[in-house]
């Protein structure tokens, strides 16, 4: 399970990388389960921009904000989305369809991009853990495949976002961290080409963008402890 990464700290990146505005506050370095964080999602555009009926529909893209961890939308209290977020961090991709945590999210379109430079696992080649920062080979921002949503009751408003994971099993790279006998996770990490796409295809066709990314694209090394 991917619970825990690194934000793209830099404002500048987000406008070269994703094509959105930069955060107006700075956003948390470390994302945890529950802490806030930022994600990319599209907007409906307005009526009175002209669409050019031969051309693909526009996308408008958002920076949202929202808690690291999706709260279902049918969660019934404040406290018990307080419990369930922690363990909703990260959705797999073969089961997102029929998952009672993760279904109506996803048949409602809410797919969204994580913008990070790094997500973390553990090595326990060595029998202990020994924890490790992944990122791209040209040290360029990842785009990671998520899902958001927006829970509210009695006065109580969260919006919150989740990871999307496939199984890393054979992947040359990722198979070497997290517990060993445990299957093998790694987050859906979006070619740079395939960002507007992956947020306005059908829920049908949106699966075919959740696979594994080559593994002479990423590198791993160990977390030095200060």
Excluded at 14 to 37: N, Q, S, T
Excluded at 55 to 67: D, F, R, S, T, V
Excluded at 160 to 171: D, G, P, Q, W
Aim: proline share 8%; net charge positive; charged share 25%.
């Amino acid at each position: 399970m991917t619970a825990h990464y690194e934000s793209v700290p830099s404002a500048p990146l987000y406008p070269d990388a994703f094509g959105v505005a930069a955060p107006e506050v700075a956003v948390l370095r470390d994302l945890w389960p529950r802490k806030p964080g930022v994600f990319i999602r599209s907007v409906p555009m307005s009526a009175d921009v002209p669409v050019d009926v031969d051309a693909p529909a526009p996308l408008k893209l958002e920076l949202g904000h929202g808690q690291f961890g999706l709260v279902p939308p049918w969660v019934k209290s404040a406290s018990d989305a307080k419990l369930r977020s922690t363990k909703l961090v990260n959705a797999r991709a073969e089961t997102v369809t029929t998952s009672n945590n993760f279904r109506d999210t996803w048949l409602a379109g809410q797919r969204c991009i994580v913008p990070m430079m790094a997500f973390f696992e553990d090595d326990w080649r060595s029998g202990k853990a020994v924890p490790t920062r992944i990122t791209r080979v040209d040290g360029k921002p990842m785009g990671v495949a998520g899902l958001w949503e927006r829970w509210a009751k009695d006065g109580t408003e969260i919006t919150s976002f989740t990871l999307l994971t496939v199984n890393a099993n054979s992947h040359a790279l990722l198979h070497r961290y997290q517990q060993n006998g445990n299957e093998k996770r790694m987050p859906v990490i979006l070619g740079e080409g395939a960002y507007g796409a992956w947020l306005s295809a059908r829920p049908e066709k949106a699966r075919e963008f959740m696979r594994a990314y080559p593994a002479h694209l990423l590198t791993a090394n160990p977390v030095e402890k200060k």
